[in-house]
């Protein structure tokens, strides 16, 4: 969280399955880090549902280390 409200946010990560692998609420900030265990399209969602008065700002970076094709594709 870089601003808004009281800095805290709610998020979920899911798999190309739609299998929740990480998820947690109200956080202020933190490093989350997984391996995935399959290709395909993982989701990144952020919601702000406990706090509709208040806008929020967020700034988040993806780090994929020793990628080979075809496994990562570019939109």
């Known amino acids: 969280?870089?601003?808004g409200g009281s800095f805290d946010i709610d998020y979920?990560?899911?798999d190309p399955q739609h299998k929740i692998i990480l998820d947690g609420e109200k956080e202020r900030q933190g490093?989350?880090?997984f391996t995935a265990?399959?290709?395909g399209e993982y989701s990144f969602c952020f919601s702000n549902d406990m706090?509709?008065?208040a806008e929020k700002v967020?700034?988040?970076e993806i780090t994929v280390p020793n990628i080979t094709p075809p496994f990562f594709k570019t939109t």
Do not use: E, G, H
């Open 51 to 53: 706090s509709t008065f």
């Open 58 to 60: 967020v700034d988040f």
């Open 1 to 3: 969280m870089q601003a």
């Open 37 to 39: 265990q399959q290709s």
């Open 31 to 33: 490093d989350f880090v």
């Open 12 to 14: 979920t990560v899911k």
